[in-house]
C-alpha cells in the first residue's frame, strides 16, 4: 500500500480536476475535504487496537464505503459552505483514488488484496503487476531504507500528475493557495 504522502498526493490531484474554476481550485476546505478522503480509509489501521484484529484493506477499502463517504460529504460541504452537490461526488473520487492506489501496490500483509467492490462483494482484489511499493511499519534500518525509496517512487510517479492535471484545468498562477490573495483562499 502507499504511504500517506502518495494518498495526499493522489487527493490533492482529485480536488485539482474536479474543481469547477480557479476559485474552488485554491478552496483550502475543499481541498481539505477531498485529501482527508483520500486518507481516511487508513482509518481502519486503528481496528487493531481495539480487539487486536488486522481489518485493514476490508470495507473502507472500498468503492462502496467511497459512496457513503461522498453522500456523507454533502452537508459537511454545505455546513463548511461549499457547493455541496459537485463536492460529494468529488469526495467519493477522492476516497476512490485510495482504493485505487492501494489496488496498484505490493501487498505483501494477508488477506493480499483490498474488497474493493465491497458491498457487492467480498472478494480481495489485487494488481497483479504493482506499480507502487508496500509501505512497512517497522523502524529497522531496512524497512525505512524500503519506505523511503518507496515514497519517493509515489513522488516521481504521482507529482508530475498532479503538477499536468494542474495545468490541463489551466488555472494558472492566479489559485496558487499560498500566494496570499485572500480571494483565492476561500
Known amino acids: 500500500m502507499p504511504s500517506p504522502l502518495g494518498h495526499a498526493l493522489a487527493g490533492l490531484t482529485v480536488h485539482v480536476l474536479t474543481a469547477s474554476d480557479s ?28 480487539d487486536g484484529q488486522n481489518h485493514h484493506q476490508h470495507e473502507l477499502h472500498s468503492l462502496g464505503f467511497a459512496l457513503i463517504a461522498g453522500i456523507l460529504a454533502v452537508p459537511v460541504a454545505r455546513a463548511w459552505g ?16 485510495h482504493v485505487l492506489l492501494d489496488y496498484l501496490a505490493v501487498d505483501t500483509s494477508p488477506p493480499i488484496g483490498l474488497m474493493a467492490l465491497w458491498p457487492w462483494s467480498s472478494g480481495y482484489y489485487h494488481f497483479p503487476h504493482p506499480l507502487f511499493l ?49 480571494r483565492a483562499n476561500q
Open 23 to 50: 476559485r474552488e481550485a485554491a478552496s483550502r476546505p475543499r481541498g481539505a475535504l477531498i485529501v482527508g478522503a483520500a486518507l481516511s480509509p487508513d482509518l481502519d489501521l486503528l481496528g487493531r487496537f481495539l
Open 82 to 97: 461549499l457547493r455541496a452537490l459537485p463536492t460529494g461526488p468529488a469526495v467519493f473520487l477522492g476516497w476512490s483514488s
Open 134 to 182: 508496500d509501505i512497512g511499519r517497522t523502524l529497522e534500518l531496512g524497512t525505512v531504507v524500503h519506505d523511503v525509496w518507496a515514497v519517493l517512487r509515489e513522488i516521481l510517479i504521482l507529482t508530475p500528475v498532479l503538477v499536468l492535471a494542474w495545468r490541463a484545468r489551466s488555472f494558472g498562477a492566479e489559485a496558487l493557495p499560498w500566494r496570499g490573495d485572500s
